[in-house]
């Protein structure tokens, strides 16, 4: 499953007046859908968490956003590491020092989990991964479908049969171009802080009862 965690900063400015508490609030969601990924059995959790193009946004709420998560990950990561929660970061680790070697840290120290994988899309872009494979592939003559795969951030991580984007928004806003190709995507009115463990179960459901065609008949 694979989520793009759209509306924090309109929850924000709604309730709390800054767009910022909105991405505070958004992390409780981020806590739901991790225990109800347990819970369900659901392997491989890939969240959009800053892209390649939120760069643009103000340095405060970029800041922000890396606190956030700096704080969370010295808080529970050892928590993290015991419920067998593997880590991954998708993107390039090009934050400050400090955060780039938390991240390292975090990934080598849950690297043997196998409960469930998160995959944090942090500095994601997807034209960003796929120059990136390109560029590992550039010696080679012939090119096949498994060499992108295997040269993509995404390398041994199955392509999401879920997505879900949250806020309201119908696009995919550089995210997964190559391994959504046959994802059944979920846009969802609700913004991220709203979501809710009962629209999850919505989406599953409706997701259980999509005949997946493949091209075929
Ligand atoms: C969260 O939602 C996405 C992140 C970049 C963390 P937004 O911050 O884009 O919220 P809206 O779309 O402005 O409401
Ligand atoms: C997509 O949301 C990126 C993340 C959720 C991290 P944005 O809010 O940045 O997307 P756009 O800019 O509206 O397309
Ligand atoms: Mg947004």
Not at 26 to 41: A, F, Q, R, S, W
Not at 65 to 91: D, P, S, V
Request: with cysteine; charged share 30%; glycine share 4%.
């Amino acid at each position: 499953m694979a989520i793009i965690m759209d509306g924090n900063g309109r929850w924000g400015l709604k309730h709390k007046n800054s767009r910022n508490l909105g991405h505070k609030e958004g992390l409780k969601t981020v806590e739901m859908v991790m225990k109800y990924c347990i819970k369900k059995h659901i392997k491989f959790l890939t969240l959009y968490a800053f892209s390649t193009e939120n760069w643009k946004r103000p340095l405060k709420e970029r800041n922000y956003l890396f606190n956030l998560l700096e704080i969370y990950l010295k808080e529970k990561l050892e928590k993290i590491n015991n419920e067998k929660i593997k880590i991954k970061i998708l993107g390039e680790k090009k934050f400050s020092k400090k955060l780039n070697k938390l991240l390292d840290f975090s990934e080598k120290m849950t690297t043997k989990n196998t409960k469930l994988q998160i995959n944090l899309a942090l500095n994601y872009g997807s034209k960003k991964e796929l120059v990136y494979a390109f560029n590992k592939l550039k010696k080679k003559s012939r090119i096949s479908e498994n060499d992108i795969d295997n040269c993509l951030y995404t390398k041994n991580i199955p392509d999401p049969e879920i997505l879900i984007r949250t806020g309201n928004t119908q696009r995919l806003s550089n995210f997964l171009l190559w391994q959504a190709a046959y994802t059944e995507i979920f846009f969802e009115k609700k913004l991220w802080p709203d979501f809710k463990n009962e629209d999850l179960n919505k989406i599953i459901n409706k997701f259980r009862n999509i005949k997946r065609n493949f091209g075929k008949v």
